[in-house]
């Protein structure tokens, strides 16, 4: 009579600790792909409410689990050990956490480059935006507890708190009661790129997609037009550069 095995039977530590890791990685992507079919079945703007109310819960639930489980405490919903670290500490986390985010970012679209080709990675990467960015700017808004329309005050705010804004140096200029200049003075991709001999990467196709998307999420009456953007030439002391305009 035969019996049948339990599962980890012959699994050792590490490859636990790795299965660990690998389904918190089928957790995330599991999270998106929900995301995604009820966009599909709903719209972006309902999917935005939805997620709003399953990641509120998600996260208690499961931050508690885990917190149970390694020991820590929980003080309003975020982890002590956070809370205990030092206000430099905690800096360099979040600057650790936006290199990671545009690290990601860089393999994915060498993914589809090195099984395609870059007119593919530039159009999934374009694409990406559209939703990436609306994205980010509602969950800035949320974060900042932002109105509906949030005007250009708003924008101003939550261009501080992208993804990018650790690891970037980045200035605004208030050109008219009406309007806002942005300019990316330092960006770490193309000033990797200029200490490699390396000519700026054309990034305006991907720009005019990002930032008009996330200043319409910021406040629907907010019109985006592009100074200038690599392949076009721009001077010394910026990357790019956009103009924020808010019609009334």
């Known amino acids: 009579m035969s019996t049948v095995k339990r599962w980890d039977e012959g699994i050792d530590n590490n490859e636990l600790a790795r299965l660990a890791v690998d389904m918190i990685h089928r957790t995330m992507v599991h999270h998106v792909l929900w995301f995604n079919e009820v966009e599909h079945q ?6 935005l409410e939805i997620l709003d109310t399953a990641y509120q819960k998600s996260y208690g639930i499961q931050m508690n689990r885990l917190a149970k489980f390694f020991g820590f405490e929980m003080v309003d919903g975020i982890p002590k050990p956070l809370l205990d670290l030092p ?4 800096l360099e986390l979040l600057t650790a ?13 060498q993914a589809v480059e090195f099984s395609n080709d870059m007119y593919d990675a530039k159009r999934c990467n374009d694409s990406c935006w559209t939703r990436f960015s609306p994205f980010e700017a509602w ?4 974060f900042l507890g932002l109105p509906k329309l949030a005007g250009l005050e708003g924008l101003k705010q939550a261009l501080q708190f992208r993804m990018y804004a650790r690891i970037n140096v980045q200035s605004i200029i ?5 309007s806002v200049v942005f300019q990316m003075n330092d960006c770490r991709v193309q000033s990797a790129r200029k200490r490699q001999g390396l000519d700026d990467y054309p990034c305006k196709s991907a720009g005019l997609v990002e930032y008009s ?6 406040d629907k009456r907010i019109k985006t037009e592009c100074f200038g953007c690599p392949p076009d030439e721009h001077p010394e002391d910026w990357f790019c550069a ?7």
């Open 42 to 47: 709903k719209g972006f703007d309902q999917a």
């Open 174 to 178: 208030d050109e008219s009661p009406n």
């Open 242 to 248: 956009w103009r924020f305009t808010l019609e009334e």
């Open 87 to 90: 206000r430099e500490r905690l």
């Open 139 to 142: 969950a800035i808004k949320r």
């Open 213 to 218: 998307h996330f200043a319409r999420a910021i």
């Open 97 to 109: 956490l936006g290199n990671n985010w545009l690290a990601g970012d860089g393999i994915w679209f």
